[in-house]
């Protein structure tokens, strides 16, 4: 008896977040394997694997995949050894170590969405951002982060 009270207890917010991970995945599964076109509303209907037939065999998969393997194993190499000499400084005691913590921790308070608009738009415009300020300040052109280094400006802001 000890132990079914818990468990009755735990059942609706086991039951709720398995629905939240079980019906995305199970949409996803049933949209990927249905013809669907916006321009053609009309044609519908099962196709099967043709879906994933159509986008493995596109040219350009080999190049996206090539980009999201270099972003996601820039971005860990980067998160990882960043986070560890971070770490590794902020672990001595100083004078304002409690403040300098809580300035690390403070972007985690900003939703990605709204820190990527900020980098795109004040960090890295080539008029007047940031960082174009700078290059003008010691005399250099202001480069076009978006436009001339897209995946790089991509792992520099996340």
Known sequence: MNRFI???????????????????????????????????PDQTGFIGLENFEYFVT???????VTNTLLLLG????????????LALLVD???PGRNIVRILLISPFFV???????????????PIYGVLAQVWIFFGA??????????????????
């Open 6 to 40: 818990p468990r009755v207890l735990l059942a609706p917010a086991m039951v709720t977040l398995f629905l939240w991970m079980i019906v995305p995945l199970v949409m996803s599964i049933y949209f990927s394997v249905i013809r669907f076109n916006l321009l053609q």
């Open 58 to 64: 596109d040219p350009s998969f080999g190049a996206a």
């Open 111 to 125: 939703m990605p969405t709204v820190n990527a608009l900020l980098w795109k738009h004040m960090m890295m415009n």
């Open 141 to 158: 052109t202001p480069v076009d982060w978006l436009t001339d280094w897209p995946l790089w400006s991509v792992i520099l802001i996340v």
């Open 92 to 94: 001595a005691p100083f």
């Open 74 to 85: 820039s971005v860990i190499v980067l998160t990882v050894g960043v986070g560890i000499l």
